[in-house]
């Protein structure tokens, strides 16, 4: 069993910079593929980067590209989502995900989920 804990979110001006982690334990790290997605209010989670087990492979929804960089230190077991250029649009709670399988990390149907870290951009 997997337990995945986000942390760094917080209050940024819109320019602005953030960068979450999310720390796992219970599996072996670099087996796992990780991702990350986002949910506002009133809409769907959805999909913004996700990486391979030992971070050869990189993803990134068209929104982010350019502005947002995913990474992992398999030796600290953590994650993380460097977030620059931050919008009011980036406003959103942001969950980290892990599967062995990056497919089923990028279609958000791993059952390993984090509680969750809120991000909000001002304008």
């Known amino acids: 069993q997997v337990q995945l804990v986000e942390s760094g979110g917080g209050l940024v001006q819109a320019g602005g910079s953030l960068r979450l982690s999310c720390t796992a334990s219970g599996g072996t790290f670099s087996r796992h593929a990780m991702g990350w997605f986002r949910q506002a209010p009133g809409k769907d989670r959805e999909f913004v980067a996700a990486i391979s087990g030992y971070g050869v492979s990189t993803y990134y929804a068209d929104t982010v590209k350019g502005r947002f960089t995913i990474s992992r230190d398999n030796a600290k077991n953590t994650m993380y989502l460097q977030m620059n250029s931050l919008k009011p649009e980036d406003t959103a709670v942001y969950y980290c995900?892990?599967?062995?399988?990056?497919?089923?990390?990028?279609?958000?149907?791993?059952?390993?989920w984090g509680q969750g870290t809120q991000v909000t951009v001002s304008s």
């Open positions: 995900t892990a599967s062995p399988s990056l497919a089923v990390v990028q279609t958000k149907g791993s059952n390993f």
